[in-house]
């Protein structure tokens, strides 16, 4: 026999619950007591009703799918086989290799490992066709899938400057290389310059967009899928509705050039927020962002280990970070659920919102030029420049806290005599065509601070 559980209470409508407030706060203001304004200029409310749900987005996220991805720096040929061998074996389920120089015997690297039907990402600081040619060759070998994430343009904001080609500009480059290749993708978007250097969320989504809308445009080859290198805070429930409504963006925009157009998200925890000292809290700041990651539907995470500002790449810190996400794959079953988010009435509104404002941006990016555009007369870097003068500032005043870095420090934590490397921002003199965007951490100058008084 059914039951009618809930036939004797009468439903309560959003108007009444807001009476309800306003009454409880006894004359204060509830646009000013309980109406939170974000960075974004997006007004978070006490309370979210399904009577005030009109828009919903239409974006599915696969939690089932997401691939857990393991970072690689090839520096050491035999070093990153063996290290690659023990990640796969412990674990992971993908590998993202970081190659400097195309002189790598990526043939060696490649050739013992157990790649069928598994995803590899190959972050190239080069440009080379030959190079490309044998990755797609090995590619159908291994029956494997390849990720080649080149991009120019983000290199080109990052280090600015172009890459370096022998007769052809890199978008010709680019355009001949994917007439030769037929199994790896090319195109990578770099979306965690943006946030890493002090971006907020509504420039992310428009800036990353605006960013591939250049390739879009140049390339006459429209590339099935793109994949977008994302950086995620801990902003939990804003980096969720971030990467879906990026996703839904993404499929709006390049359904104008090729409907079979899909984003890739590949998603790592931000270094914006992270810390040298107290450095174990970094682990709880990567751990909720892999679930916003998740949760929003990225379709691998790379963890970032809790000592990668200041050590060099080591076993134990690794592991910590891929068990942070086996706990959450197959201990906390964070991929037992399709569209986890579905009916979640704030977080609904959140990626609507965050839609309509980066939509809104990216619309006058374009018409003022584009995205390169823009990025060439320094205007992208003055609009981050802004919005991370601002962040900065809450810091400072200890309105945005980090724990163990502005608020409880430890004064016994001593660090000095343990940094392998150098945590701070780099000063590189070079000629350059544009003034680079720089990534930078909020506690940066802090630490610098307690550093010189150890």
Not at 156 to 174: H, L, M, P, V
Not at 419 to 434: A, D, G, N, Q, S
């Amino acid at each position: 026999m059914a039951t009618t559980l809930f036939d004797d209470f009468n439903p309560i409508s959003s108007k009444q619950w807001k009476q309800k407030i306003q009454f409880e706060l006894d004359g204060a203001d509830y646009n000013e007591t309980v109406i939170w304004h974000s960075p974004e200029d997006i007004q978070v409310k006490p309370f979210y009703h399904g009577d005030e749900a009109s828009k919903t987005a239409s974006v599915k996220t696969e939690a089932s799918n997401f691939k857990i991805c393991q970072n690689i720096f090839v520096y050491d040929i035999e070093k990153s086989i063996q290290r690659a061998i023990n990640t796969l074996e412990r674990g992971a389920e993908s590998l993202r290799f970081t190659i400097q120089n195309e002189k790598t015997d990526v043939q060696k690297l490649l050739e013992h490992l157990p790649l069928e039907n598994r995803i590899v990402y190959f972050n190239l600081n080069f440009i080379s066709i030959d190079f490309v040619k044998l990755l797609d060759t090995i590619s159908i070998q291994k029956k494997a899938i390849f990720y080649c994430n080149l991009d120019p343009i983000g290199y080109f904001a990052r280090e600015g400057n172009w890459f370096t080609t022998s007769d052809k500009n890199n978008f010709e480059t680019i355009d001949l290389i994917s007439k030769s290749t037929t199994n790896v993708s090319l195109i990578s978007i770099d979306a965690g310059l943006y946030q890493n250097a002090g971006a907020n969320i509504t420039q992310q989504i428009a800036y990353s967009l605006a960013h591939a809308n250049e390739y879009l445009n140049r390339l006459p080859n429209i590339p099935k899928q793109i994949v977008f290198q994302v950086a995620v805070g801990t902003n939990y429930f804003f980096e969720i509705a971030k990467l879906r409504a990026l996703r839904m963006l993404f499929k709006l925009i390049a359904a104008e050039y090729n409907p079979d157009s899909e984003c890739h998200l590949l998603v790592t925890p931000t270094k914006r927020n992270k810390t040298i000292y107290d450095y174990n809290v970094n682990m709880l700041r990567t751990t909720t962002e892999c679930m916003s990651a998740i949760l929003g539907g990225a379709d691998a995470v790379a963890n970032l280990p809790y000592d990668s500002l200041y050590h060099k790449d080591n076993e134990f810190g690794d592991r910590i970070a891929r068990n942070q996400l086996l706990v959450l794959k197959h201990e906390s079953y964070f991929d037992k659920v399709n569209n986890p988010v579905d009916g979640s009435y704030y977080i609904e509104s959140l990626t609507m919102q965050l839609a309509e404002k980066s939509l809104a941006l990216f619309k006058d990016i374009e018409a003022n030029g584009g995205f390169l555009k823009l990025l060439n007369d320094g205007t992208i870097k003055k609009k981050i420049q802004e919005s991370a003068a601002k962040e900065q500032e809450l810091f400072d005043s200890k309105k945005e806290v980090l724990l163990g870095t502005n608020k409880y420090p430890n004064k016994e934590d001593k660090m000095k005599h343990d940094l392998e490397l150098f945590p701070f921002v780099k000063i590189k003199p070079r000629k350059t065509l544009i003034t680079p965007i720089i990534e930078k951490r909020l506690a940066e100058k802090l630490e610098q601070e307690r550093l010189e008084l150890e």
